[in-house]
């Protein structure tokens, strides 16, 4: 799934590939794509992959191009660095990650969704179990788990866009703060309560793999 946040992204598709995306593909050292096989996706816009891999992609403006990439993998995918720049200036970073032990089984459905939480609000009940993985983009959350095994990761700093620690367990009945560039993960039977227990309004971007009815 990609989320074009500004400017135009072009995007090369193929057949089903096991292989995850990597920096090559990003870089001008990758074969060029067929013109005709490329979709232009403006921003504002979401695009998904199925049974198509993506191949590569590029800007085909002169404005700089801000997207979000969401990647679900049925098996471990090979481990890719956090932060790279390419040498025709593509900056990736990785907001967060997780590994499930257990996923739903058949057709999936999944959905990227950011939210803004305001002084004592908290996560929607829907985001709160299940296979979700929420990142903080601003402000700050309390975590408190309910069931099942709950994972957190703190920010390197407090500051949006940092790189964020390693997967820890919170235990039952403890509560764990969350700054701005650290994330939470709760696998399929894993249920919590995420709080904005601050004045300030919070910035979350939660991802959640459902199994389809």
């Known amino acids: 799934m990609i989320v074009v946040e500004s400017g135009v992204l072009a995007v090369a598709s193929t057949s089903h590939d096991a292989e995850p995306l990597t920096s090559v593909e990003l870089g001008d050292s990758a ?49 890719i660095s956090r932060a790279f720049t390419t040498e025709d200036g593509i900056s990736f970073q990785l907001l967060a990650s997780a590994s499930a032990a257990v996923a739903p ?10 939210l803004r939480l305001g002084a004592s609000s908290q996560l929607p009940a829907d985001l709160s179990h299940g296979l979700t993985l929420a990142y903080v ?9 309910i069931a099942g095994e709950v994972f957190a990761a703190r920010a390197a700093t407090s500051a949006p866009y940092s790189m964020p620690g390693s997967l820890q367990p919170i235990a039952t009945g403890q509560k764990r703060g969350i700054t701005a560039g650290g994330f939470i993960f709760l696998p399929v039977s894993a249920e919590g309560t995420v709080v904005n227990a601050a004045a300030r309004p919070a910035d979350v971007l939660a991802l959640s793999v459902r199994e389809m009815a």
């Open 31 to 79: 074969p060029a794509p067929i013109e005709s096989d490329e979709l232009f996706v403006p921003a504002g816009t979401t695009v998904t992959f199925g049974s198509l891999e993506v191949a590569r992609v590029r800007n085909p403006g002169a404005r700089s191009v801000v997207a979000l990439d969401v990647a679900v993998f049925r098996e471990e995918p090979r481990p």
């Open 105 to 114: 089984t058949g057709r999936v459905a999944l959905a990227l969704e950011r």
């Open 137 to 145: 983009e601003a402000g700050s959350l309390e975590l408190r788990p």
